[in-house]
């Protein structure tokens, strides 16, 4: 009986040991969800605008920031010329 008590115990401490590392130590989880339609637009004031609705998610419990996000664009014919732009406010 007691061997019993102890494989119970210690398989409840390995548990609460996985619990612990998954609630509190694991770092965030963020991924990007992109579109459904992206859009190219030339605004009034000059330049070139793209609207790309991003969404960003964390599956963790730990909280996540994004600090910076960018897109490079290029043209399939002329791949070693590519276009890096920053997001610039959200």
């Known amino acids: 009986m007691a061997l019993a008590s ?3 115990a210690l398989l409840s401490f390995v548990v609460s040991g996985i619990a612990l590392f998954f609630a509190q130590f ?5 991924s990007n969800v992109i579109g459904p ?3 190219f637009y030339y605004p ?5 605008g793209v609207y790309v609705p991003a969404t960003f998610a964390n599956s963790s419990t ?3 920031t994004v ?3 960018g897109i490079t664009i290029f ?9 890096f ?3 610039r406010r959200p």
């Open 6 to 8: 102890v494989i119970i």
């Open 26 to 30: 694991r770092g965030p989880q963020i």
């Open 37 to 39: 339609t992206i859009e």
């Open 44 to 48: 009034p004031d000059g330049g070139f």
């Open 62 to 64: 730990r909280t996540g």
């Open 67 to 69: 600090q910076r996000c």
């Open 75 to 83: 043209e399939k014919s002329t791949p070693d010329e590519r276009f």
């Open 85 to 87: 732009m920053e997001w």
